[in-house]
């Protein structure tokens, strides 16, 4: 079967430095697959890579078998690839039912000549517009916020407002960058949930960098653990917290 996301033989370097050496990763469609590893392995750069903001000095990104590579983040997006980021990119002025109206491409009322000459498509689609974010909301539950600042939010209702983000559009494939940063465990467990929820009954794919082993084992099958920018394994978690090279990684040799 072909994977969703094929990385293949991705170099990167910023100066004299290697940050990403010769590196292939897999990600299979329906997954919800882990990326782990010190700091410093080369996650972030990589992950930027394949969401289309950093370009690889060699090698290549394939998305559904169709290569990627030279599009740019928007095109990616327009394809199904989304991403969050570790630090929320909310709007802060609009509430969270217009951080979520504002997602959707090519919405009529963007355009100044449709307000004049097509004035009742305009609104026919906004009002379909509000309904789906209205149910994504709901979806999230977000739904008692959904007329406050989204910069008046917790940490983790932003996070769960950009997850939300994700469900108001055609996405194939998302890009989690340390979701559960600065999120208390109650609503982590409520992110933790909608993600299981959009991989089982809508059938997104995952692709999650995590710090909080914790997530990692109840979400993630398989898990990649990068170290110097190459790929040092991937298996399940089991497999992979007993392994004595990834523990050495992580914690140095005298641990292991």
Not at 62 to 77: D, E, K, V, Y
Not at 114 to 134: I, Y
Not at 154 to 167: A, D, F, H, P, V
Not at 175 to 198: C, K, S, Y
Request: proline residues 3%.
């Amino acid at each position: 079967m072909t994977p969703i996301i094929d990385v293949r033989n991705i170099r990167k370097s910023f100066g004299g430095l290697t940050v990403i050496d010769d590196c292939s990763i897999q990600v299979s469609k329906g997954s919800i697959t882990g990326m782990i590893g010190p700091n410093g392995a080369g996650k972030s750069t990589l992950f930027n890579i394949i969401a289309g903001s950093l370009a690889p000095d060699s090698g290549e990104v394939l998305l559904n078998g169709q290569a990627i590579t030279q599009l740019s983040a928007n095109q990616r997006f327009h394809r199904g690839l989304l991403r969050t980021f570790q630090i929320a990119h909310e709007f802060s002025h609009l509430t969270s039912l217009e951080n979520l109206m504002m997602v959707p491409p090519l919405q009529e009322g963007e355009n100044l000549f449709s307000t004049w000459l097509r004035p009742g498509e305009v609104r026919r689609q906004e009002a379909e517009v509000r309904r789906r974010a209205l149910e994504v909301l709901d979806f999230v539950g977000l739904s008692h916020v959904r007329n406050e600042l989204a910069g008046n939010l917790s940490g983790g209702q932003k996070k769960l407002l950009e997850l939300g983000r994700t469900m108001m559009t055609d996405a194939e494939v998302v890009l989690l960058d340390e979701i559960a940063a600065g999120v208390n465990r109650t609503l982590l467990g409520d992110l933790m949930g909608n993600i299981e929820r959009l991989n089982r009954e809508l059938g997104y794919t995952f692709l999650v960098i995590e710090h909080d082993m914790d997530m990692i084992g109840r979400l993630c099958d398989p898990v990649i653990v990068l170290a110097q920018g190459q790929v040092m394994m991937e298996g399940s978690i089991g497999e992979i917290q007993n392994n004595p090279e990834v523990i050495e990684a992580y914690f140095g040799s005298e641990t292991a």
